[in-house]
């Protein structure tokens, strides 16, 4: 992780119930906390799927998430849970939340074209305790998030 600058501070494996588990801390102050395969580990954090992810910024506030091959994501009160199995990310900016449902298969050619393996919808639930909250207050989000279709992911925008 490195542009101009690193962007990598520190990157820290934190104790868990049989999973991996990783505290990466920014250069900024920010930090992300990954999860890796079905578990639980320190501050409440863990998932059921392959892999969880859940970006704070400096003043510990959520400004991503993201759901691979799984069906919930917690921590510390926050809670993503999908109906089925799903690939999903969550990006908070500007008082909302962008929603994207993605397959395993997407990407482009050389020549441009898009390959992206349609996938079904998925009904998403999602809560934002207040002290995690980018807008500082309690967020709860209930959609169906569209599957990808054959021209890419279909992005879910909603106001916290």
């Known amino acids: ?14 104790s868990t119930d049989g999973c991996h588990a990783y505290e990466i801390r920014h250069t900024d102050g920010g930090r992300r906390l ?8 320190e501050d409440g954090l863990s ?11 400096p003043d510990a506030r959520v400004v991503s998430l993201a759901l691979l ?23 908070l900016a500007g008082g ?5 449902s993605s397959p395993p298969v997407a990407y482009r050619t050389i020549e441009g074209e898009p390959m992206f393996t349609p996938g079904p919808d998925v009904a998403v639930q999602l809560t934002i305790p207040a002290r995690l909250s980018p807008t500082g207050r309690e967020a709860r989000i209930e959609r169906s998030v569209p599957g990808q279709t054959a021209a890419g992911p279909q992005p879910v925008e909603v106001v916290l």
């Open 1 to 14: 992780a490195y542009f101009d600058q690193p962007i990598v501070r520190s990157v820290d494996v934190t």
């Open 34 to 41: 990954v999860i890796h395969r079905s578990g639980s580990g």
């Open 47 to 57: 998932v059921v799927g392959l892999l969880g992810v859940v970006q704070l910024d």
């Open 69 to 91: 091959r799984g069906t919930m994501l917690q921590y510390r009160g926050l809670t993503l849970r999908a109906a089925d199995q799903t690939c999903l990310s969550v990006t």
């Open 96 to 100: 909302k939340a962008a929603l994207v």
